[in-house]
């Protein structure tokens, strides 16, 4: 058929050659005028049908002529039915494709991408959606698998692990990027101290066990509270086969319900900037109300979110303004999420950090234009077209259309919601775009959020309101002391500290300080051991040596600069040196028991909160040093020796098994992090106090 | 819920994966995979014309491939290709500077470029009763456009905030560049087609218009239509549209040969927004159209697709040395480029990765890869470009490159061949061939401050 088909075009490709060299040129067309459009297009619903299997499972068929054959399966949950475990229904999506009760995770991975295959799931706020995809002449394969994933998922202590350690990895790397940091912001404004409200840390991702995962999947995976859209080259009896005998195990209770989620009240202009040093650019978005999927308003809204940042073009005015007018930004654009539990309005925009305020400026600048003023007929009518316009294109894709019916039945929009859209953007009046935006973008109810460099762009944003600057872990910088929430202030929980750790005098008295351990670290699946030594005079001069075969570092301080020496396999040793400022700030939190010298060191304390750290319940104290800054100690509210301390330089380290030397406690099991996701453990820790030491010890390379 | 919307134009790298093409399966016929139909014809000025009906939905779109990219660029004027793909939306003799997205936008369409080492590509989707819009814009952006002072200039800060934001704030967003600085150094694709800031200052506005007139011409470029048209009414339009524009002079094609053979080269990246170490080894590979590139394709599908892949199952799973496994595989018009990325594991070292990569290349250099590899990887590919056509726009691009590249369409059904030709024999072959401890260059990227 092909060759046939490739003379063909040869032949007339001929012809019209010799045309257009045997005639005059076409008639010219006028340049001048855009042309007229051809009558318009018909435009319907595709059509799809459904069906329920016997465990009840709603089934949606779209079909197509396509090779390819896709499965969505949604069900409902997901992050708003994490209750107390943030995380919980991410890892029960994210470890569905690793095993099956019995297919090892080696052996799914082997099987799926045989048949070029896919099969993965994500979660969001409200469901978990679980896909495959391959060709149609692999579907017994692809089928069995995807089915055997959402009944039967493994979930083993294993992948757990992990899949937590790869988390722990990558939550380091996304803080890094100011558009992670940004919706966690943001989140953290909209939903407060919900499931929907918490940026994962390492605490929520360990505090995860497989007895969790295996309860969240128990409850919400059940038939009753899923359907299932098939895109593909298919009948529908060929389907209802494949699927009754796919899915005939899977049974389960009723359909749970999630818990009503207490938001924080929004109430007047909030402006966070959450500081990040490195940021060359600024991230910027500007957060109003909006309605849900089933608010009247939903249809409309969109007309609205076209003028203003949206669209399918460039014309939306954000994109004219702070793109083409004043170039501070690549990509402007905005939206309304119709979050069911919150929903919002969310314009954002990336631009560099000496412009911040100016394009906040024009961001509020242009949301109150669409406030104050009707928009203009023909500027209205374009962003109509363009959204029928854009409708009519979507119906080309039947993956769309099947999330369409999904949509319907989840969130029981009525049957015509999605043909009917047209008509209702048609009918949008400059009138109602004005109401809405008066009444979803109100000045005083607009929160702002920027992620960026605060040293450079704080103080100039004051002009918009009261600037709270966070941390890259969204908790307030030098921000509000909690000491009412504990009913103690800093002071005083330094003081129980100090009287657990044998007492301030006792503590002052020691004067050196030799400690020696052996050291374990986990490298890949194997473990390094090694050997450490500190020894430590007052005020605070010290020696450290680790020493893991392979590697060997050893570190000087005379109390003026630092001097490093690295050795690794057979190559020569390096040295390096840390000296002036960088050694000034290294040397405020290296005095010889730190906590006993707070005053004379200048630290300022303050109470951040409680916090349960390691599985126990502690009290936080942000330590500020003159010169180095912010660390923490994370405090057990019971014993009142420390369980975790984060310095404001080095490592952080997690703490145990205290015990007496001489009067004064000191940890037996020491977890030193050096990276996040990576833990060295010191054992058999031996200490030795107030030895004389010779001045060599921390001289040795100066 | 979040869509990101207005992100026209993508300065890539290396157009990359997927020239196209299709694998059989075990037993099964490439003839599984439906025929695309289409129409050629040429205009006398020279202009390629690609026509095919799709009737699945009352939409058309329209690509117009001109065949430039940043390695026609000058040296000292890199940058230049991309910038004009921004500088075409400024507007023409007939269309007013900054109504041509709104013209697009008010029948109901959107429309979008992207530049890479080769080409630049402009794409308009719109209702089907639209289609003369899209003629006309296209049409008198090839024949009149505006290359204008105020244009040049606003274009000039857009992209500068572009580069910001998709390579100088971005973990890793220097990659490419980096690649291409070392593996394709004294030739045209050392350089991304986003180039240096300073170039585009430096132009004057006769630079941007001389640039115009050698490359915006129709026996530059490949129009293809795909939607549910009329062929004989389309066939009339495209003459009344195109006919008039001017042919051009013809046009020197750059001849590429990437240097072999200078010994093992060693970079090191250090940059504040690095969030891990990360490591690259680059080799040059086959170009676009070269046997040995399906082998490649192929082989590089056996190594890193999937997570019964071999880099993922031993490096990421396993022995848990690396985060993320990749390879990488840059097949342009004159050159390629080939290699491995892996980003570290934080209880990993850089020398873990390197010796990882090595026990890998060495593995398949000795041994080849599995009779069940080889096979899983075919069924790979099959399903990757069974599943390439979703919209008229996936095909209008398809055909317009077949076009530009070999001027031959038909490969949007043949190419097939030419993977179902690649041995499992040839995986090893091109295993030893391209890498090559002597080309090999290394790039290592450490958290760190900038420059060091």
């Given at each position: 058929m092909s060759i046939f088909k490739t003379v063909a075009a040869a032949f007339s490709a001929c012809l019209l050659i010799l045309a257009s060299m045997t005639q005059p040129l076409p008639a010219q067309v006028n340049r001048a005028k855009q042309p007229d459009p051809e009558p318009p297009p018909k435009a319907a619903f595709p059509p799809y049908e459904t069906f329920t299997l016997k465990n009840g499972l709603k089934v949606f068929l779209v079909k197509n002529d396509k090779p390819i054959v896709t499965f969505r399966m949604l069900i409902r949950g997901g992050k708003s039915a994490e209750g107390n475990q943030t995380y919980i229904a991410d890892v029960a999506a994210d470890l569905l494709d690793k095993g099956t009760t019995t297919v090892s995770a080696k052996e799914f991975a082997e099987r799926i991408d045989f048949v070029g295959g896919t099969i993965g799931a994500t979660s969001s706020d409200e469901l978990i959606s679980v896909s495959a995809r391959g060709l149609k002449k692999h579907i017994e394969v692809i089928l069995n698998l995807y089915s055997d994933a959402i009944i039967?998922?493994?979930?083993s202590q294993e992948e757990l692990e992990k899949y937590v350690q790869d988390q722990i990895t990558g939550l380091a790397s996304a803080k890094a990027r100011s558009e992670f940091l940004a919706d966690y912001a943001t989140r953290k404004l909209m939903f407060g101290n919900t499931p929907l409200g918490r940026m994962p840390n390492e605490e929520d991702m360990r505090n995860i066990t497989r007895q969790k995962v295996v309860d969240f999947h128990h409850t919400w995976f059940v038939p009753s509270n899923a359907t299932l859209a098939v895109v593909g080259n298919i009948t529908k009896a060929d389907l209802m086969t494949r699927l009754e005998s796919a899915f005939a195990n899977w049974k389960g209770g009723k359909q749970p319900t999630v818990a009503a989620l207490k938001l924080p009240e929004r109430k007047g202009r909030r402006l966070i900037v959450v500081d990040r040093d490195a940021a060359v650019q600024s991230t910027i978005r500007v957060i109003g109300s909006g309605p849900t999927m089933t608010d009247p308003d939903r249809p409309k809204s969109s007309i609205l979110n076209n003028v203003l940042g949206g669209g399918t073009g460039l014309g939306n005015r954000l994109t004219m303004n702070l793109r083409e007018t004043h170039s501070y930004t690549y990509s402007p654009y905005s939206y309304f999420d119709p979050n069911p539990f919150r929903p919002m309005f969310i314009a954002t925009a990336d631009v560099r950090n000496s412009v911040t305020d100016s394009a906040v400026k024009e961001m509020l600048y242009e949301i109150g234009r669409m406030r104050n003023q009707p928009v203009p007929g023909d500027e209205l009518n374009r962003n109509i077209q363009s959204a029928i316009g854009s409708f009519l294109m979507s119906v080309s894709d039947p993956a769309v259309t099947a999330s369409r019916v999904q949509s319907i039945d989840f969130f029981k929009l009525p049957k015509d919601y999605f043909a009917k859209l047209p008509t209702i953007y048609n009918a949008t009046t400059a009138a109602d775009v004005q109401r809405l935006a008066k009444k979803y973008l109100a000045e005083d109810q607009l929160a702002i959020v920027i992620v960026g460099k605060a040293s450079e762009i704080a103080d100039k944003l004051k002009q918009f309101g009261t600037v709270e600057v966070w941390d890259a872990d969204l908790n307030p910088v030098g921000g509000g002391d909690a000491s009412a929430d504990i009913g103690m202030t800093a002071q005083q929980v330094w003081d129980k500290m100090l009287a657990a750790m044998g007492g301030e005098a006792k503590m002052r008295s020691v004067t050196s300080r030799k400690m020696q351990a052996e050291i374990g670290a986990n490298a890949g699946n194997s473990v390094l051991k090694g050997k450490f030594e500190m020894i430590e005079e007052a005020p605070n001069k010290n020696y450290q040596m680790m020493d893991m075969g392979i590697a060997k570092t050893e570190q000087y301080s005379n109390g003026a600069n630092v001097a490093m020496l690295i050795s690794r396999g057979g190559a020569p040793p390096q040295t390096q040196k840390i000296e002036g400022e960088a050694a000034e700030k290294y040397y405020e939190s290296t005095h010889i028991m730190p906590e006993a010298y707070v005053k004379d060191l200048g630290v300022t304390l303050r109470v951040k909160g409680k916090k349960s750290v390691n599985n126990v319940e502690c009290i936080q104290i942000a330590v500020t040093y003159p010169k180095s800054g912010e660390g923490t100690y994370s405090i057990?509210?019971?014993?009142?020796?420390?369980?975790?301390i984060d310095p404001a330089m080095g490592m952080p380290s997690i703490l145990s098994d205290w015990k007496s030397v001489d009067g004064v406690m000191f940890p037996f099991a020491i977890t030193l992090i050096p990276m996040p996701g990576q833990e060295m453990h010191l054992k058999d820790i031996q200490y030795k106090l107030n030895d004389p030491i010779s001045p060599a010890v921390f001289t040795k390379i100066q | 819920m979040l869509h990101h919307i207005g992100k026209r134009c993508a300065a890539i790298a290396?157009?990359?994966?997927?020239?196209t093409a299709l694998a059989v399966n075990t037993g099964i016929a490439a003839g599984d995979l439906p025929k695309l139909a289409y129409e050629k014809f040429t205009l006398p000025n020279g202009l390629r014309v690609i026509l095919s009906v799709d009737k699945s939905a009352p939409v058309v779109s329209t690509f117009v491939h001109y065949h430039v990219g940043s390695k026609n660029e000058r040296p000292d004027r890199t940058g230049f290709a991309h910038f004009f793909e921004h500088l075409?939306?400024?507007?023409?003799a007939n269309i007013q500077r900054h109504t041509l997205d709104k013209l697009v936008q008010s029948a109901g369409g959107n429309l979008n470029a992207f530049t890479s080492n080769d080409e630049t590509g402009y794409q308009i989707n719109l209702?089907?009763?639209?289609l003369k819009l899209a003629l006309w814009i296209e049409s008198e952006r090839m024949m009149h456009a505006r290359v204008e002072e105020i244009g040049v200039e606003t274009q000039r800060g857009v992209v500068k905030e572009e580069r910001k934001n998709r390579y100088d704030n971005t973990p890793y967003g220097s990659l490419l560049a980096n690649i291409f600085a070392n593996v394709a150094k004294g030739t045209p694709y050392e350089w991304t087609p986003i180039g240096e800031a300073q170039y585009i200052d430096q132009a004057g506005i006769e630079e941007f218009r001389d640039f115009y007139k050698k490359y915006y011409v129709p026996n530059n470029a490949v129009l293809a239509i795909v939607g549910d048209i009329d062929l004989a009414k389309t066939k009339q339009w495209v003459m009344e549209y195109f006919s008039d524009i001017p042919r051009g002079a013809d046009i020197e094609r750059p001849k590429v040969t990437l240097q072999t053979g200078q010994g093992e080269r060693t970079v090191d990246v250090r940059e504040p927004h690095t969030p891990l170490p990360a490591l690259v080894y680059a080799y040059p590979g086959a170009q676009k159209g070269d046997p040995d590139a399906y082998a490649l394709e192929i082989l590089s599908t056996v190594l890193a697709s999937g997570q019964s892949s071999r880099l993922y199952k031993d490096m990421v799973d396993e022995k848990r040395l690396a985060v993320g496994a990749q390879s990488l595989v840059f097949d342009m018009e004159s050159a390629g480029v080939i290699g491995f990325f892996a980003v570290a594991h934080p209880t990993t070292t850089m020398d873990a990765l390197g010796e990882e990569f090595d026990r890998q290349i060495e593995l398949v250099k000795e041994n080849g890869v599995t009779e069940k590899e080889f096979q899983k990887a075919r069924n790979q590919i099959e399903t990757q470009f069974a599943g390439r056509f979703n919209e008229p726009l996936d095909k209008a691009m398809a055909l317009a490159s077949y076009e530009t590249y070999f001027n031959n369409p038909e490969l949007v059904n043949t190419e097939i061949d030419k993977y179902m030709a690649v041995t499992r024999e040839d995986l090893q072959r091109v295993a030893r061939k391209y890498f090559a401890k002597e080309n090999r260059v290394i790039i290592q990227y450490y958290p760190g401050a900038q420059g060091g």
């Open positions: 039967n998922p493994a979930y057990d509210a019971k014993t009142f020796l420390p369980v975790r | 290396g157009v990359s994966l997927a020239a075409m939306f400024e507007g023409t209702p089907s009763n639209q």
